[in-house]
Every structure is written in structure tokens, then in C-alpha cells.
């Protein structure tokens, strides 16, 4: 058994030998692992660089999968959101500020509104309230026929005016016969007969063509804003600022309608305020301000005022009636050359003693 034992001891040696050999080898392998390792990690870093250098594009990617931008795509969708939100609110900002018409100063009860606003509003219209009697409002002609008389009595002396219109009634089988297509079917010849000039008769013609096509309609007209409406009628030959003024507020019985143009307000604005110069159109807006919004009756009693300082008015026939017509008349022949001087500060389709004005209410 020593023997033995002596036997496999030498035999051990070897063995712790090839262990430690192995031992080393494996220390060998592990610091050339280690160095080719280190050699490895300091190569790494170029090629992670080369790497990330040749994907431009992939941090794009990363983001559009990556939870901060799926928190963040609904605040896209917010955005979107409030994008269309504001443009569902668009429809709802013209309501807000939608163009209404005015009560008309035919409505019951509006006149006394009228009046005791104009009291409060100016203290230098309220003698001139006491002393006249207020307005009335109480003609309703169609727009177009409205119109179409308003043509036929521009620069005319109220009895040649009315003669004209008769004879044009006629023609078209009475005032209800006066429509557009009716007005298109007279020749200009026809016309001129019943004493019409042809310049008139192309008005009427084109106010005529502008109902057939379309652009304007008794039903457009009387929905129509103030403002809308002035830019409509004056696109008519032969109707200018003053004459859609006359309109509104004789035809339409519109309140707030200011005829900045016509020469016997502006004047009557004057006197009223003791101004040394007659107000240009341009400053009746901001002197007349304060009889917003019943500028048209305010207007009426300028006229009755101008009148009952006999100063010429264009428009006082409106106020006052074939009376006073009759005597504007007289002064026509009386002033003739003063009034053509005068012309310039009106229409220019109207003269100063424009009795045209009877077609509104008359």
C-alpha cells in the first residue's frame, strides 16, 4: 500500500504542474482576453461614432415611437382641436355683428323715440321740435317705382315732374304696371315722347337691366344695411349719393340716414351752430354726430328750419309739401344764375333746386 502511495504521489506532481501551467496559460490567455479587450474598447468608440454618423435619421424615428412624444401628439390633437374649434367659431362671429335694419320710422311709437332723444342728445333742436309739428313717414311705394319717379323728377319743376310721370304711368298700365321688364320694353323713342330726355331713359333702362339680372330686388333693398344699400343703388346711372339719401329716408323711412351733400341741411347746420363758413360734407359726419341714431328726423327739421329762414333748400320740397314747392319754383326763375353757381356743392345728378325730392312721400 506504500508502495502504492508512493507510486501516485509522483504522479500528483505532474499533474499540479500541468495545473499550474494551465493555471498560467489560462493568466496567459486572460491578460491577452484583457489587452484585446482594452485594444477592442479603444477601437469601439470610432466604430459606435461611424455607426451613429451613418444613421442620421434614426433619433427621428426613436422620437415619433417614444413615450414623450405619444404624451405629446395629443397636445397636437389639442392644437388641431383649437384649430377647429376656431373655425367652427367663425360662422358664429357674423351673428355677433350681423347688419341689421333699423327700426323704421313708420313703426308706431318711433317717432316719439325719435324725438325725445334729438331733445336730450342736441338743446339747439329742441326750439325747433316745439315749434313744428313732427314728422310722418306714410308713403310706401315699391323701391323700384320709388325709384324709377325719383329718375323722372330729377331737375324738374314739380308740375313738369308730376306731367312727366303721369304720361310714364300710362305707358306701363298704371303704378302697378311699373316693373323692370315693362320699363326694358319702352324704346328710348318711346320716351321722348312723353318728354323724357334720353339720358333719363338710359337710367331707367340700366336700373331696369340691374333688377332683371339680378343685382337688385325690391326684397335685397328693403334688407338691405345703410351701407350696403348706398353702395348698390349708386352703382345706377343717373342715382348719386343725394338721391339714395332721399330714398332711405322718404321711401325706406330709414332714421339714420344723414344727406351730407345736400346744400339746405348744410346750410341749416350753419345757422344752427352759428358757423362762419358753410360745413363741407366731409364735417357733417362729426357735427351731426350727436343725433345718432335719428339723423333723418333731425335732417326733417333742418329743413323746416332752413325754410323758415327762406334760405334755398333742395330738399325742403320733401318737408314741405307742394306749397313749398311752388314757392322753390319762383326762385328758380328768380335765382337762376346764384342757383347754377350753387350746383357745386350737390349731386351732381341733382341741382340745388332739385324738386325731384317729391318723388320720396309726395
Excluded at 76 to 90: E, F, I, M, R, Y
Excluded at 111 to 139: K, M, Q, V, W, Y
Excluded at 285 to 300: D, F, H, M, N, T
Aim: proline share 7%; net charge neutral.
Amino acid at each position: 500500500m506504500m508502495g502504492e502511495h508512493a507510486q501516485t504521489v509522483p504522479k500528483l506532481q505532474p499533474d499540479n504542474e500541468s495545473a499550474t501551467a494551465t493555471s498560467n496559460a489560462a493568466d496567459t490567455t486572460a491578460i491577452q482576453i484583457v489587452s484585446t479587450s482594452t485594444e477592442l474598447a479603444t477601437i469601439a468608440p470610432p466604430e459606435n461614432q461611424s455607426s451613429a454618423s451613418n444613421i442620421p435619421f434614426r433619433p427621428r424615428k426613436i422620437r415619433k415611437i417614444s413615450p414623450d412624444n405619444s404624451e405629446s401628439k395629443p397636445a397636437g390633437d389639442s392644437k388641431t382641436a383649437g384649430k377647429g374649434a376656431k373655425n367652427k367659431l367663425v360662422p358664429q362671429r357674423v351673428p355677433a355683428v350681423p347688419n341689421m335694419v333699423a327700426r323704421a320710422l313708420s313703426c308706431e311709437g318711433e317717432i316719439e323715440i325719435a324725438l325725445r332723444h334729438l331733445r336730450n342728445a342736441d338743446p339747439h333742436l329742441a326750439p325747433l321740435i316745439d315749434l313744428h309739428p313732427p314728422p310722418t313717414f306714410d308713403s310706401f311705394h315699391t323701391p323700384f317705382l320709388a325709384l324709377t319717379k325719383s329718375i323722372l323728377y330729377q331737375q324738374l319743376a314739380y308740375k313738369a315732374g308730376t306731367s312727366i310721370y303721369t304720361r310714364f304711368v300710362g305707358l306701363c298700365g298704371g303704378e302697378a304696371g311699373v316693373l323692370p321688364e315693362t320699363v326694358l320694353a319702352l324704346t328710348p323713342h318711346q320716351l321722348r315722347q312723353i318728354g323724357v330726355s334720353g339720358r333719363k331713359a338710359s337710367y331707367l333702362h340700366d336700373l331696369a337691366r340691374k333688377y332683371q339680372n339680378g343685382i337688385l330686388s325690391d326684397t335685397g333693398i328693403i334688407t338691405m344695411d345703410d351701407k350696403s344699400l348706398f353702395t348698390m343703388l349708386t352703382m345706377v346711372n343717373g342715382i348719386g349719393s343725394w338721391s339714395v339719401h332721399m330714398f332711405m329716408i322718404f321711401s325706406l323711412h330709414r332714421p339714420d340716414v344723414l344727406p351730407v351733400n345736400d346744400l339746405g341741411v348744410r346750410k341749416g347746420v350753419q345757422l344752427l351752430y352759428g358757423l362762419e363758413e358753410l360745413p363741407r360734407p366731409s364735417q357733417m359726419e362729426q357735427l351731426c354726430e350727436k343725433w345718432r341714431p335719428y339723423r333723418s328726423v333731425a335732417s326733417w327739421y333742418i329743413w323746416r328750419f332752413v325754410e323758415g329762414k327762406g334760405a334755398p333748400s333742395s330738399a325742403a320740397a320733401v318737408a314741405g309739401g307742394p306749397s313749398l314747392q311752388q314757392q322753390q319754383q319762383q326762385e328758380q326763375q328768380q335765382q337762376h344764375q346764384q342757383q347754377q353757381h350753387q350746383q357745386q356743392f350737390l349731386d351732381p345728378i341733382n341741382g340745388i333746386l332739385n324738386l325731384g325730392a317729391c318723388a320720396w312721400g309726395q
